[in-house]
């Protein structure tokens, strides 16, 4: 009963520490548009913003583990983030993009990793030779 007690204070903390980068992100964005734009923020509108943006990245979070265990899975993947997204065109066309982008990469990578051995066992094999083509010849002279 402790432990769970305990837990709670922790829990808390690092929830406000998340909401306070979300904060911090959000001024930190306003003032970017602040200098292009020559839009100002109050701070009102700088808290609501972070309290909107931090409420919703709480729904995504629980809207990806709903579809992950509808699924019957306990990871989220990527066509869960695809299906959480599918009423937003540019945002899902973006996220399948860079999908595609990082599955090419991790083939490129497996492919290169797959070389890797063969290059490796080929030069392990020539150099053998020639220790055994050296030996040959030393027997040969004695």
Same mark, same amino acid.
């Given at each position: 009963m +402790?432990?769970?007690? /305990?837990?709670?204070? $922790?829990?808390?903390?690092?929830?406000?520490?998340l909401? #306070?980068?979300?904060?911090? @992100?959000v001024?930190?964005?306003?003032?970017e548009?602040? *200098?292009?734009?020559?839009?100002? %923020?109050?701070k009102q @509108?700088? /808290?609501?913003?972070?309290?909107?943006?931090?409420?919703?990245?709480?729904? %995504? #979070?629980?809207?990806l583990e709903?579809?992950a265990r509808?699924?019957k899975?306990s @990871?989220?993947?990527?066509?869960d983030?695809? *299906?959480l /997204?599918r009423?937003?065109?540019? *945002? *899902?066309?973006?996220?399948?993009?860079?999908?595609?982008e990082?599955a $090419? &990469?991790? &083939?490129?990578?497996?492919?290169?990793?797959k070389?890797?051995?063969e290059d490796e066992?080929r030069?392990?094999? +020539?150099?053998?030779?020639? +220790? &055994?083509?050296? #030996?040959? +010849?030393l $027997?040969?002279?004695s």
């Amino acid at each position: 009963m +402790e432990e769970v007690e /305990a837990e709670e204070p $922790q829990e808390f903390s690092h929830r406000q520490r998340l909401k #306070a980068a979300v904060h911090y @992100t959000v001024g930190c964005l306003c003032q970017e548009v602040t *200098l292009n734009k020559q839009v100002n %923020f109050s701070k009102q @509108t700088i /808290a609501a913003i972070s309290e909107v943006t931090f409420r919703q990245c709480e729904n %995504f #979070a629980k809207d990806l583990e709903m579809f992950a265990r509808h699924a019957k899975r306990s @990871t989220v993947t990527t066509e869960d983030v695809k *299906l959480l /997204a599918r009423r937003n065109n540019s *945002l *899902l066309k973006y996220i399948t993009e860079k999908n595609e982008e990082i599955a $090419q &990469l991790n &083939l490129k990578g497996k492919a290169k990793k797959k070389r890797k051995p063969e290059d490796e066992s080929r030069s392990s094999r +020539e150099s053998m030779a020639e +220790e &055994l083509d050296g #030996a040959e +010849e030393l $027997q040969s002279e004695s």
